[in-house]
């Protein structure tokens, strides 16, 4: 259970605040203030029960309710164990004070001296608890605008990473001498590749803006992108899909895909005696993107900044670790699957 922050609020601030709501009561009621030491005492030792109990509210509240887009359920659960918990000591606290005679009220079921007391214990809490949660509620934003700001950074790095692995001299020099040998060979394939080419711009300009994308709208992707690599290599790279229907609509950050294809082509010998063979699978809320490792022999420098830019987005949207496993035969990246509510809580953080 999450500690609360209300030390001197126990010892001190709670029973001061009970000594003056007692002496406003009086004041209000136009009764003079009572000579007998019992009357402010029980009055403190019910409003210290009262913030014990309630306090326990408030630490489960954020237990079960922690996010700020759980803000209403939070504050509702409180309300309702406010009233419950001071109603409760309140009247077990007026029930004593009815046995020992504290107050002149000599019948048990006289009901004014209850609700009084119960009401008054209930406001005050209220005042109290409202403190503590706009605090709560302070951190909670300072937190959701720490994270906002370095996925916006995260983000924006890598747009400029994806444009510069693909957008560049490497990747249009290879992407035209392939169009230049259709033309010639198979105009019919050469205009097959410029829409694919096509697409595949056109995705990734519009992606970069977007923090999370559906995973079918991802996979149309990486088949276009996935036929300009066949085109290049030929027999020496294949894929396979396996995705179920009922993943279509659940999110993961857009290009993921495309820069697990980069870097397996980049470190890996692609030909037509050794193919690269890339699978992508999903089962139980996970995606799964494996390749045959083949090392080349003059090693890639590998800086893993497409790795970590994932790593990096699934961290700072609050999801589970994207795993990595490297076998002798096989390279494996799997990546949790993103429900597809969640695009509308990530708006309306």
Same mark, same amino acid.
């Given at each position: ?51 014990? *109990?309630? $306090?326990?509210g408030?630490?489960?509240?954020? =237990?079960?309710?922690?996010? !700020? ?5 939070? /504050? ?5 164990w406010?009233?419950?918990?001071s109603?409760?000591?309140r009247?077990?606290q007026?029930?004593f ?5 504290v107050?002149?009220?000599?019948d ?15 406001v ?51 992407s035209?001498n ?9 105009p ?7 829409d694919?080419?096509?697409s *595949?711009y $056109?995705?990734l300009?519009r992606?970069?803006? =977007?923090?999370?994308?559906? !995973?079918?709208?991802?996979i149309a992707? /990486? ?15 294949e ?11 659940f999110?993961i ?6 820069l ?7 470190h890996?010998?692609?030909?037509a005696s ?12 996970m995606?799964c ?9 003059l ?5 893993k900044?497409?790795l970590?830019?994932i ?13 990595v ?5 096989k ?11 969640f695009a509308?809580?990530? *708006?309306? $953080?």
């Amino acid at each position: 259970m999450k500690k609360l922050n209300d030390k001197w609020t126990r010892l001190a601030g709670v029973p001061l605040i009970a000594l003056f709501g007692q002496w406003v009561m009086y004041g209000y009621t136009n009764v003079p203030y009572a000579d007998d030491w019992k009357i402010p005492f029980f009055f403190v030792l019910g409003a210290v029960f009262v913030w014990e *109990v309630n $306090r326990i509210g408030i630490i489960y509240s954020r =237990r079960k309710f922690p996010e !700020l887009i759980h803000t209403r359920q939070r /504050i509702l659960y409180q309300a309702v164990w406010f009233t419950i918990g001071s109603f409760a000591v309140r009247v077990v606290q007026t029930y004593f004070y009815q046995l020992f005679a504290v107050w002149d009220y000599v019948d048990y079921t006289h009901f004014k001296p209850y609700f009084f007391n119960a009401l008054v214990s209930l406001v005050g809490t209220i005042q109290i608890a409202t403190v503590f949660e706009g605090f709560y509620l302070y951190r909670l934003w300072r937190v959701s605008y720490k994270e906002a700001q370095e996925l916006k950074k995260a983000n924006l790095q890598s747009q400029l990473d994806s444009l510069k692995a693909q957008i560049n001299p490497h990747f249009l020099f290879n992407s035209l001498n392939s169009i230049s040998s259709l033309v010639h060979s198979s105009p019919e394939k050469a205009s097959d590749f410029i829409d694919e080419l096509s697409s *595949v711009y $056109r995705y990734l300009l519009r992606e970069n803006n =977007r923090e999370l994308c559906a !995973l079918e709208e991802e996979i149309a992707f /990486i088949k276009a992108y996935f036929n300009l690599l066949k085109t290049r290599h030929g027999k020496g790279i294949e894929l396979s899909i396996d995705i179920p229907k009922q993943y279509s609509y659940f999110l993961i950050p857009p290009l993921t895909l495309q820069l697990l294809f980069e870097n397996a082509v980049k470190h890996n010998i692609v030909s037509a005696s050794k193919p690269l063979h890339i699978r992508i699978y999903a089962a139980d809320n996970m995606l799964c993107v494996e390749n045959n490792l083949q090392k080349k022999r003059l090693a890639v420098a590998s800086n893993k900044i497409g790795l970590n830019n994932i790593m990096a987005k699934y961290q700072l949207l609050n999801q589970p670790a994207v795993s990595v496993f490297q076998e002798e035969t096989k390279f494996q990246v799997i990546l949790p699957l993103i429900e597809p509510n969640f695009a509308y809580e990530l *708006v309306h $953080r």
